[in-house]
């Protein structure tokens, strides 16, 4: 199939902020929605089967916003197109069987989003037996003949989350620390680039790390244990920042702090992912910041390719917009731009895009911290 070349990110943005997302109440077990299709190829307005492995529940994102925005892009572009789906719940085997029952079940496309990046590589392999496209999607899956990726500039992600931090601790007149730093699952090469943007970070402004983590599976309990762990080690009183990975790793951390009499308040913390509790965390003042990843555009995206190698076509115009090294090869890229969210502008980021709504955030417990915020 033909492949554009390198185009602007201003158009895919665009066209998938279209649409909003809908929810959806099914427990992640393997399900399918819109009507039932299939043959081997289709056209405009025929049905399909596109498979949609998602990599776990524990990070709150995957069942609030990625699914339901990837499945109602689908029914919007094909209703009678059929989604075949699987959460893994971390459980790169899982995943694995789950591929396998997808292609039974005829699957003519897969977006895979990885348990493991690089034992996701036999999923590729099976699935290009078969003649199925694979788009990577938010992961980035190592060594195997991925058709596409999309996610976002991930190295970037780290980066953002380490210049807010450092620039944080200057301002509260620690520049150098030291800081706590708990990393993401060893298995997910996003988080080795998270870890990567923001070790340059820190090696450059001369922050310390006293003691730094990897955490399995993005637990939030285990990094709740990381965190008691470096409490333990270090002294309540030395630890001035902790970078947490995203969001879940931060509630962790900080439940950690709190466990221990220490006010999150007075200690920055990052996040990722712009969870409902994170920003009600940063609007009360506990956690410091997290990184938006726009997830409606990103699962758009995905699914207006999905129905695009479904029906032999070329990608929309515009929609990719660069190249990434898997180790096997240079594969077409959707990469888009993340965004640090403080409280500062949480209304212009969160707010304004309808990621959460101020009724969302301002339950009871945060009205007060909402208003003077001057959200509501």
Known sequence: MTKRSILSLVAVAATALALGACGSDDDGATSTSAATGGGASTQAGESGKIALLLPESKTARYESQDRPGFESKVAELCPDCEIIYSNADQDASKQQSQAEAAITEGAQVMVLDPVDSASAAAVVNRASQSDIPVISYDRLILDAPVDYYISFDNVKVGELQGTSLSDKLEEDGNPTGPIVKINGAPTDNNAKLFKQG???????????????????????????????????????????????????????????????????????????????????????????????????????????????????????????????????????????EPVAVTEDNVQDTIIADGFWTPQQICTKAYQKACEDAGIG
Not at 220 to 244: C, F, L, N, S
Not at 246 to 271: C, F
Not at 288 to 312: F, H, Q
């Open 198 to 336: 923001s070790n340059d970070v820190f090696s450059e402004r001369g922050v310390e790390i006293s003691k730094e983590y990897d955490t399995p599976d993005w637990s939030p309990d285990k990094a709740q244990q990381e965190m008691e762990q470096a409490i333990t080690a270090v002294g309540k009183d030395t630890i001035k920042g902790v970078y947490a990975a995203n969001d879940g790793t931060a509630g962790g951390a900080i439940a950690a702090m709190k466990s221990a009499g220490m006010d999150p308040k007075q200690i920055p913390v990052t996040g990722q992912d712009a969870e409902l509790a994170a920003i009600q965390r940063i609007i009360a003042g506990e956690q410091y910041m997290t990184v938006y990843k726009a997830i409606k555009p990103e699962a758009e995206a995905a699914a207006e390719l999905a129905i695009a190698l479904l029906r032999g076509e070329d990608p929309p115009e515009g929609m990719v917009n660069g190249e990434t090294d898997n180790g096997q090869g240079a594969v077409p890229s959707v990469l888009l």
